[in-house]
Nanobody, 125 residues
Framework: QVQLVESGGGLVQAGGSLRLSCAAS????????MGWFRQAPGKAREFVAALTWSGGNTYYADSVKGRFIISRDNAKNTVYLQMNSLKPEDTAVYYC??????????????????WGQGTQVTVSS
């Protein structure tokens, strides 16, 4: 069983930055691929970013490429999402997810095995 707990959300003005964290339980965190998704009000949950077990490979949605950075610290069992140049359209609940396969960069929700409860990010104009 893997538990994921997100933190770091909040209210920020457009153009600002936030860093989300996702703390994971489990002794084999370093073997999981990790991803971030988001869900805006009235919209479907969408892929944001993913990275492999080592952090050596990453993949981003076009909407966040060049503004967001996904990273991980396996010693701390934590994955991060650094969000820069935030826009009002980035407003959403952000979720982290774990893929036990490890080497993939999944963009589809069904490819992930565990999910966190989410953290709210609100970007004001």
């Amino acid at each position: 069983q893997v538990q994921l707990v997100e933190s770091g959300g909040g209210l920020v003005q457009a153009g600002g930055s936030l860093r989300l964290s996702c703390a994971a339980s489990g002794r084999t965190f370093s073997s999981y691929a990790m991803g971030w998704f988001r869900q805006a009000p009235g919209k479907a949950r969408e892929f944001v970013a993913a990275l492999t077990w080592s952090g050596g490979n990453t993949y981003y949605a076009d909407s966040v490429k060049g503004r967001f950075i996904i990273s991980r610290d396996n010693a701390k069992n934590t994955v991060y999402l650094q969000m820069n140049s935030l826009k009002p359209e980035d407003t959403a609940v952000y979720y982290c997810a774990a893929d036990l396969t490890g080497w993939r960069l999944p963009v589809i929700q069904s490819e992930y095995d565990y999910w966190g409860q989410g953290t709210q990010v609100t970007v004001s104009s």
